[in-house]
Structures are given as structure tokens and as C-alpha cells.
């Protein structure tokens, strides 16, 4: 960004609102709107964190030409939702140089996306062979999202009960007879209970010498407790697994996500380092004491670029 640029501030319920009221402001596409978090938004005057329900944007319009592919790759996807006869919207975002991520909305998501994604493959192959006359250099990734359109069998659930009679409802000659045997002697000339066991020795009448003592029971499997590291490492897994997904989630919203959980220092360093493998992202300790809470969310310039691996 430069500093003839304009920029502007906007303010709405998702990143995606605040983005659509900038690019009203600007006069400009919402695809032509680059912009970043303002974090002074989540911060009280003396720079504590504050909970708030809208998010704010510093936004700015960036040049035409750098988002003319991916405005070509929108309405091309529109048409072909026009020449399917499908109801959905259509819209894109600018995601690295020349990278186009397609979003599409539609309550028949399931046709578009097809048995096992052949439908959606199948269009992206379309829309890259289109587009590298009209958008070269372009790369283009779809995604689709979307109700599930209703069932043909539009009635209400219970009036969609099959018609076999409940067991209650059949009449009675019509229900299986219980064919179980029954004793039919009188109730005095019954074996009573004590009178049924048999002569097997119980446990406790057993010879003392030949019960086996508590120590000869144990086995040599480890306690819960005793899990070692193999343990200890299926749980960070686990913790490593939930931060991929949270951090996908924050990319893909570009909203803050915070484990709310908890975590000492060594599960904290696990989520920063797997928070680390993404270049868009950055991770934050919050809290006091030795169990903090993680925040993740979008990186800023304020943040200054990844540091590469050597």
C-alpha cells in the first residue's frame, strides 16, 4: 500500500460485512478491496483486550488490473450457474499473486459438488481451460457451500411413517403367543432359589493357600497414569489436529479463533508451532498464570512477514 492510497475504516458483524461496507464507501467491487484488521478495535485505552461482536477493517482499492483474472473467473462461474438453471451466488477473493478463490452459495450445493466431488472437478477443469486465454497466469480453487436442497417427500416427519401397524396396534390373535414353558406346579412344591445353587465352591471357600494373593494378580500393563511419553504425544496430536482445524476455519473466515482450553507451556509451544506452518496466520498467548488460553487469527502488517525455515 502506498501512501497516496486512500484508506478507509469499516466497521460491520464478519470481516465479509465490514469488507462489503468499505467497498461501498470506495466506490469499487468488493474483489478490488484489500484490507487488513484494525486490532485496536479489540483493545480497551489502556491496550487490554475487550470482548466485542464487529470486527473492523482499515481497507483500501487496489489497482483494477490486479483483479481483473479473477473478476473474469466470477462471472464465468455465473454464466454456468445461469446455463445449469441453479440458484446461488457467486463471489471471489483475491488470495495471493494472481490466485482466485471461487466461492459459490447455493441451496443445490450436493449437485454442484457431485458423488465423491466429480461435478466440482469437472468445473474447475472447465474454468481452468476457459481462463488461460482470458486469465493468464491465473490459478483458480472453487468452493462450494450450501443447504441441502429439500427431499422429494415434502411432508411433515410424522407423515412419513410407514403404515405397518404398531405391536400395540394389532389385534390381538395377530401378536406372537410367549410359547415359553411354564411351570405349572404349585407354587410350595417349586424348588426355592437357595435350594437351585449349585455345589461349586465360591471364591471365599476356597482353601486360603490356594487363593491367589493381590500382588500375583497385577499385571504389567501401565496405568493410565503411568502412559509415558507414547501417551503424552497421542494427546498433543490430538491438540496439533484441533489447531489445523481452527486455523483453517480463521482462514477461511478471517476472523480470530481461540482454544479455549486451557493449556499449560509445553501445549501452548505445540499450537505455535503448528500455527507457525501457516503464513497467513499468527498465534497469541493470552491470560496469567502457567495455563493460558491461544488465540489465532489473520497476520497484520503490523506483524511483519513469516520467518522462513532454514
Same mark, same amino acid.
Given at each position: 500500500?502506498?501512501?497516496?492510497?486512500?484508506?478507509?475504516?469499516?466497521?460491520?458483524?464478519?470481516?465479509?460485512?465490514?469488507?462489503?461496507?468499505?467497498?461501498?464507501?470506495?466506490?469499487?467491487?468488493?474483489?478490488?478491496?484489500?484490507?487488513?484488521?484494525?486490532?485496536?478495535?479489540?483493545?480497551?485505552?489502556?491496550?487490554?483486550?475487550?470482548?466485542?461482536?464487529?470486527?473492523?477493517?482499515?481497507?483500501?482499492?487496489?489497482?483494477?488490473?490486479?483483479?481483473?483474472?479473477?473478476?473474469?473467473?466470477?462471472?464465468?462461474?455465473?454464466?454456468?450457474?445461469?446455463?445449469?438453471?441453479?440458484?446461488?451466488?457467486?463471489?471471489?477473493?483475491?488470495?495471493?499473486?494472481?490466485?482466485?478463490?471461487?466461492?459459490?452459495?447455493?441451496?443445490?450445493?450436493?449437485?454442484?459438488?457431485?458423488?465423491?466431488?466429480?461435478?466440482?472437478?469437472?468445473?474447475?477443469?472447465?474454468?481452468?481451460?476457459?481462463?488461460?486465454?482470458?486469465?493468464?497466469?491465473?490459478?483458480?480453487?472453487?468452493?462450494?457451500?450450501?443447504?441441502?436442497?429439500?427431499?422429494?417427500?415434502?411432508?411433515?416427519?410424522?407423515?412419513?411413517?410407514?403404515?405397518?401397524?404398531?405391536?400395540?396396534?394389532?389385534?390381538?390373535?395377530?401378536?406372537?403367543?410367549?410359547?415359553?414353558?411354564? !411351570? =405349572?406346579? #404349585? *407354587? @410350595? %412344591?417349586?424348588?426355592?432359589? +437357595?435350594? /437351585? &445353587?449349585?455345589?461349586?465352591? $465360591?471364591? !471365599? =471357600?476356597? #482353601? *486360603? @493357600? %490356594?487363593?491367589?494373593?493381590? +500382588?500375583? /494378580? &497385577?499385571?504389567?500393563?501401565? $496405568?493410565? !497414569? =503411568?502412559?509415558?511419553?507414547?501417551?503424552?504425544?497421542?494427546?498433543?496430536?490430538?491438540?496439533?489436529?484441533?489447531? $489445523?482445524?481452527?486455523?483453517?476455519?480463521?482462514?477461511?473466515?478471517?476472523?480470530?479463533?481461540?482454544?479455549?482450553?486451557?493449556?499449560?507451556?509445553?501445549?501452548?509451544?505445540?499450537?505455535?508451532?503448528?500455527?507457525?506452518?501457516?503464513?497467513?496466520?499468527?498465534?497469541?498467548?493470552?491470560?496469567?498464570?502457567?495455563?493460558?488460553?491461544?488465540?489465532?487469527?489473520?497476520?497484520?502488517?503490523?506483524?511483519?512477514?513469516?520467518?522462513?525455515?532454514?
Amino acid at each position: 500500500m502506498s501512501d497516496a492510497q486512500q484508506t478507509i475504516t469499516a466497521e460491520g458483524r464478519t470481516v465479509a460485512d465490514a469488507v462489503a461496507q468499505a467497498a461501498a464507501q470506495l466506490g469499487v467491487d468488493p474483489t478490488l478491496v484489500e484490507h487488513k484488521l484494525d486490532l485496536s478495535h479489540f483493545k480497551t485505552a489502556d491496550g487490554r483486550s475487550r470482548p466485542v461482536d464487529t470486527v473492523k477493517v482499515i481497507a483500501w482499492a487496489r489497482n483494477p488490473t490486479a483483479a481483473a483474472g479473477a473478476v473474469a473467473g466470477r462471472d464465468w462461474v455465473r454464466a454456468l450457474l445461469g446455463h445449469m438453471d441453479i440458484e446461488g451466488t457467486v463471489a471471489v477473493r483475491v488470495d495471493g499473486d494472481k490466485v482466485a478463490e471461487v466461492r459459490i452459495n447455493s441451496p443445490r450445493a450436493r449437485h454442484l459438488v457431485g458423488r465423491q466431488g466429480t461435478n466440482l472437478r469437472a468445473i474447475s477443469l472447465l474454468l481452468d481451460s476457459v481462463m488461460v486465454k482470458s486469465a493468464p497466469g491465473w490459478t483458480f480453487r472453487i468452493s462450494v457451500d450450501g443447504g441441502e436442497e429439500r427431499r422429494a417427500d415434502d411432508r411433515p416427519r410424522d407423515d412419513r411413517r410407514d403404515d405397518r401397524p404398531r405391536r400395540d396396534d394389532r389385534p390381538r390373535d395377530d401378536r406372537p403367543r410367549d410359547d415359553r414353558a411354564r !411351570d =405349572d406346579r #404349585p *407354587r @410350595d %412344591d417349586r424348588p426355592r432359589r +437357595d435350594d /437351585r &445353587r449349585d455345589d461349586r465352591p $465360591r471364591r !471365599d =471357600d476356597r #482353601p *486360603r @493357600d %490356594d487363593r491367589p494373593r493381590r +500382588d500375583d /494378580r &497385577r499385571d504389567d500393563r501401565p $496405568r493410565r !497414569d =503411568d502412559r509415558g511419553e507414547g501417551g503424552r504425544e497421542r494427546d498433543l496430536d490430538k491438540l496439533r489436529e484441533l489447531a $489445523r482445524k481452527l486455523a483453517q476455519e480463521c482462514e477461511e473466515t478471517q476472523e480470530p479463533v481461540r482454544l479455549r482450553r486451557p493449556l499449560n507451556s509445553y501445549e501452548r509451544r505445540a499450537v505455535h508451532m503448528e500455527i507457525a506452518s501457516f503464513p497467513r496466520l499468527v498465534s497469541e498467548s493470552e491470560g496469567e498464570g502457567s495455563h493460558k488460553s491461544v488465540l489465532i487469527r489473520p497476520r497484520t502488517a503490523d506483524d511483519g512477514e513469516p520467518v522462513a525455515e532454514g
